[in-house]
């Protein structure tokens, strides 16, 4: 396995669940992502980890949970979604946070639908 | 008003066309600029990147900063159908810590 994999790559559920997203890289990367993707609007920043450290928290509710155990494994741990969190949720690393010579490496996202 | 803006598309252009896919930014403060391609079903790839103003070229690509018009853009010349993507731009300050600002992205259709 190579580069950053993400799973699953769909996931469908009720409002009431409890989910967990998982995010692995290959890369030797220090520095995780989660972003979400909707539908004609820019990607937002959900949270970012360096070092296993949360350095970033983007306003995000409470019902979104993020877990980094280590520096290749990412997890988004979800409970009590809105339909409005429907998307595409992409997973990212790269070398360091805050370097602007270490570009974004992302996986192929997990397509979340909250019925 | 968004920090930055892209046309949502979808462009529509025959294959071997030159492609111009455009950003406008309002906080002049930006100094890194980024376009990355996602395919369908897939994660944005970083394609080319620049700092401050001028050009770069990569192959058939061409990226341009105009910080004086808080525009940039993106050149595709001799398109082709595996080019049909959606292209994001990113741009960020920098003390930003990473905090790169997206525009919405532009899908892209090369017709052959």
Redesign the interface.
């Known amino acids: 396995e190579t580069g950053v994999t993400q799973t699953p790559r769909h996931l469908v559920m009720g409002m009431t669940n409890k989910k967990s997203l998982k995010c692995e890289q290959h890369l030797g990367h220090n520095a995780m992502y989660w972003y979400k993707q909707s539908a004609k609007k820019p990607l937002e920043l959900m949270f970012v980890y360096s070092l296993e450290e949360r350095v970033e928290n983007n306003s995000v509710p409470s019902r979104f949970s993020p877990e980094c155990p280590n520096s290749s494994h990412l997890f988004l741990h979800l409970h009590t979604l809105q339909p409005e969190d429907s998307a595409l949720y992409l997973c990212a690393s790269s070398q360091a946070s805050g370097d602007y010579n270490s570009p974004l490496h992302f996986g192929n996202g997990t397509r979340l639908t909250v019925t | 008003q968004?920090e930055?803006e892209q046309d949502?598309g979808p462009l529509s252009v025959p294959e071997g066309a030159i492609v111009s896919l455009n950003c406008t930014y309002s906080n002049s403060a930006f100094q890194?600029f980024?376009w990355y391609r996602q395919y369908s079903?897939?994660?944005?790839?970083?394609l080319m990147?620049t700092?401050s103003s001028g050009n770069k070229e990569d192959g058939r690509f061409t990226a341009q900063v105009d910080k004086s018009s808080k525009y940039i853009s993106l050149f595709i010349r001799d398109s082709q159908p595996s080019d049909s993507a959606t292209y994001?731009c990113?741009m960020?300050r920098?003390d930003s810590?990473?905090?790169?600002?997206?525009?919405?992205?532009t899908k892209l259709i090369i017709k052959p």
Do not use: D, F, T
């Open positions: 968004k930055v949502p890194y980024m079903r897939k994660g944005p790839e970083l990147y700092y994001l990113a960020s920098i810590n990473y905090q790169l600002i997206w525009g919405a992205g």
